[in-house]
């Protein structure tokens, strides 16, 4: 799956949130995703990027409990993507 051409304007943006510091993510297997201290207003956003492998939490954590998100490997690169000349973010 070419995941750069399967992401939607939201999960872009999500992504862009997870990189620049503003995004917390909920130890979970369908983990929760806050942005600005808000819960993200699209949790199906924030399960299909974790279940993707573009964001994880930065360290464990108990169970629940909020922790900084931050981009995968994998993440960097679709955001990478997603600024490069010539691809509209």
């Known amino acids: 799956m070419d995941v750069l ?15 620049e510091g ?3 993510i909920s130890c979970s297997c369908e983990p929760d995703l806050f942005v600005d201290g808000l ?3 699209d949790q199906h956003t924030a399960h299909r990027l ?6 994880a939490p930065a360290r464990g954590g108990r169970w629940g409990e909020r922790v900084p998100a931050l ?8 955001l ?10």
Do not use: M, Y
């Open 39 to 41: 819960a993200c207003c």
């Open 71 to 78: 981009l995968t490997e994998a993440g960097v690169e679709a």
């Open 50 to 55: 974790a279940h993707l492998g573009l964001v």
């Open 22 to 24: 503003h995004a917390e």
């Open 5 to 19: 051409a399967e992401l939607n304007h939201r999960e872009r943006a999500t992504l862009r949130a997870v990189a």
């Open 80 to 89: 990478k993507g997603l600024t490069s000349p010539g691809v509209a973010a």
